[in-house]
Each structure stands twice: as structure tokens, then as C-alpha cells.
């Protein structure tokens, strides 16, 4: 009920602070349910909203091969992953195919959200966009920061950020920024900093 209420009121803020745009019916019920991410076709942009989970990578899979003409991924509100295996498995095939992503003016991204966003051949982030960053965890980890940085469990995400062209200085600077349980949201010096951004 509480997320509801909650969901309910983005959707207001939204449609008075520049999300109007890409509002439609189907994303207000995703961002008000906090359900599974989709992508919503919007002409030559795909509207994506809703927590990553393990059908990611089968969403971004019909996304490419029914829609060639989309370039464009407008994270407009993913506030995570559950399933870090297929974020990064469904962020490469956003690459390998040469899709953009961009946060809208007002768009929030955070956690896993982020790191799918570092994906996009083009990167764009508008002003007034929220982008969160923290450590991770998971059932045996309760926080990688506190894990030695020559430890293996760091090279999945140092290998994928090498990849997408985006120093290693910004995955140690991400877990290290907030605790799992907490949030830090980059300033525009920190997005130019670590190259999130293309243009």
C-alpha cells in the first residue's frame, strides 16, 4: 500500500516536471507497483521503468530483434537490479548493438540502474536527472567495499566497466561512496569525472 501511495505521487510529480513526455498509462502502473522492468516503444526511443530483474535479458533480447529502429534507451525510472548476472548480461547486448541510453530531465536512475546506463554507446544525462550510486551485496557479501580489492568477486563489474570504455576509478569510487543500504547521488562533477557521460 505504502509503495502504491508512493508511486502514485511520482506519477503527479512527474507529470508536472518534465516526465509528461514519455507518460502514458502503462508506465505509471510500473512505477507505482515497483514491478519488473519494461520498455515502453515510444517512435525511435524505448522508455524503459521498473527494477531489473532476471527477465532482463530477454526483455532487451525482443527489444533489439522487434524493434532495429530503436537507438535509444530513455531510462526513465529504474531504481535497481535484483539479479546482477543478467544486468550485466542485457547491459552488453545494449552495447553490442549500438543502442544509446539517456536519463531524462527529472529521470532517476541508482544502483543497478546505473550500471545498466553505462551500457549506451551514447550517454546522456539531463539536467536535473538523480543518478545513485552505492555498494553492492548479496546473500555471502554484506558490503563490497569491505572486500580487498584483489579479490575476485570485483572482477565481473571491473571487467564490465573496462568494456564499456569507463575507468575501473569509478567502480571503486561506487562501492566505496555509500554503503549497501545507503545512496549517493553523483554531482555533475563527479558524472564528468568518471566519463558517464558522452556528450
Request: aromatic fraction near 10%.
Amino acid at each position: 500500500m505504502v509503495l502504491k501511495k508512493i508511486g502514485a505521487v511520482l506519477v503527479i510529480i512527474m507529470m508536472f516536471t518534465g516526465f509528461s513526455v514519455y507518460y502514458s498509462e502503462r508506465i505509471s502502473e510500473q512505477i507505482s507497483s515497483s514491478k519488473p522492468a519494461i520498455f515502453e516503444i515510444q517512435g525511435d526511443k524505448a522508455v524503459m521503468v521498473g527494477i531489473i530483474n532476471e527477465n532482463i535479458v530477454l526483455e532487451v533480447e525482443n527489444l533489439v530483434t522487434s524493434h532495429p529502429n530503436v537507438k535509444t534507451i530513455v531510462m526513465l525510472n529504474v531504481p535497481g537490479s535484483v539479479n546482477s548476472y543478467a544486468n550485466l548480461k542485457a547491459a552488453r547486448i545494449v552495447r553490442k548493438n549500438n543502442i544509446s541510453t539517456i536519463v531524462p530531465k527529472n529521470g532517476y536512475i541508482a544502483s543497478g540502474g546505473t550500471v545498466f546506463f553505462c551500457a549506451g554507446v551514447n550517454r546522456t544525462i539531463e539536467e536535473g536527472a538523480k543518478v545513485g550510486v552505492h555498494s553492492w551485496k548479496n546473500d555471502i557479501i554484506k558490503d563490497a567495499s569491505k572486500i580487498p580489492k584483489e579479490s575476485s568477486v570485483h572482477k565481473p563489474y571491473v571487467e564490465y566497466f573496462n568494456e564499456m570504455g569507463i575507468s575501473n576509478e569509478f567502480y571503486w569510487f561506487m562501492i566505496s561512496s555509500a554503503p549497501s543500504f545507503g545512496m549517493h547521488y553523483l554531482t555533475d562533477y563527479e558524472i564528468k569525472k568518471y566519463g558517464l557521460v558522452t556528450n
